[in-house]
């Protein structure tokens, strides 16, 4: 079959024929698949059998593999390679609604289950974060539930009123590494109690595309104060600055959403969206395999 783009019709978005990532990719596919997911940012693959060793070829294809900071935490609480909650291969992760019983929950302590996600771009909370991430699909309910929705943070940024971009300019956010995107507790992680308490790194509010000079907003995730704080603000200014940005960059018209069906992979860029996920059926199984592009400094606009 011909390698073909068809977009979504939305504001980002496009689907994938004419590639099998379960193959060698060859220099045209790599070629093909890199200006695609730069024009669409998001990229979806359908009937795709794939083993934990493609998607490592495909980020690998695509800038390198990096380590899910999520692994490094489940890890040090004492999950083991292969395990519920850990990959047997490295730089592979898993989202899924399973317990250590292989039966689907809602929600745990340390693990987001079923639970919707909140909007966020992957991995925010470290300081280089991964370029991309590559997210396939192995078991999803069949009543729905689960599905992925993606924003444009590029055209959040230009449909921005010029004053808040002033406004904006030269900040940042210090990013929160004690939860997750359901607002769950990490594992060995303490949750902060101040500003001064937040562990994690501080990124620019607006940041460079570093392969299309473009400027996108990059808010990361947002969790109740004193988490994700703007670092220049005090707190009043800096939560009502981040209730306007958060809004202005989550609305509809910028927005895709996909609903998952088994053996589909999602390749998106975090450099210029964020994702969230919607609440799934806790009665079934839901768990996808994913695989991080490597990332390099965030570049302030």
């Not at 745990?108 to 991309?132: I, R, T």
């Not at 699909?137 to 959040?156: E, W």
């Amino acid at each position: 079959m011909e390698r073909t783009v068809i977009p979504s019709g939305k504001a980002l978005g496009a689907e994938i024929f004419g590639v099998d990532l379960s193959a060698p990719l060859s220099d045209g596919d790599t070629k093909f698949i890199k200006d695609a997911w730069g024009e669409h940012l998001v990229l979806l693959f359908r009937e795709q059998d794939l083993a934990p060793e493609n998607l490592l070829a495909l980020v690998s294809a695509l800038g390198g593999v990096q380590e899910t900071g999520s692994r490094k935490n489940f890890e040090a609480a004492g999950h083991k390679a292969g395990s519920a909650r850990v990959s047997a291969v490295s730089g592979v992760s898993y989202i899924s609604n399973l317990d250590e019983d292989g039966k689907p929950f809602l929600m745990k302590k340390h693990s987001s289950g079923s639970q919707e996600l909140f909007w966020h771009s992957d991995n925010s909370y470290v300081e280089v974060p991964p370029s991309g991430s590559f997210l396939h699909s192995l078991q999803v309910p069949v009543d729905g539930g689960g599905d992925t929705s993606f924003v444009n943070q590029y055209l959040a940024y230009e449909t921005l009123p010029e004053a808040t971009k002033k406004r904006i300019a030269g900040l940042h956010i210090k990013h929160d590494n004690s939860k997750n995107t359901s607002g769950g507790e990490r594992p060995t992680v303490s949750q902060p109690q101040g500003r001064e308490d937040v562990n994690g790194p501080v990124h620019p509010i607006v940041r460079i595309h570093p392969e299309t000079n473009k400027k996108a907003l990059y808010l990361g995730r947002r969790y109740k104060w004193p988490s994700s704080f703007v670092v220049e603000l005090g707190d009043d200014e800096s939560e009502e600055l981040l209730n306007e940005l958060w809004a202005h960059a989550t609305q509809d018209s910028l927005k895709w959403t996909h609903s998952w069906k088994p053996q589909e992979g999602l390749l998106w860029d975090n450099r210029c969206t964020m994702h969230h996920r919607s609440q799934a059926d806790p009665t079934q199984a839901r768990v996808l395999q994913r695989a991080l592009v490597k990332g390099a400094p965030v570049i302030a606009a």
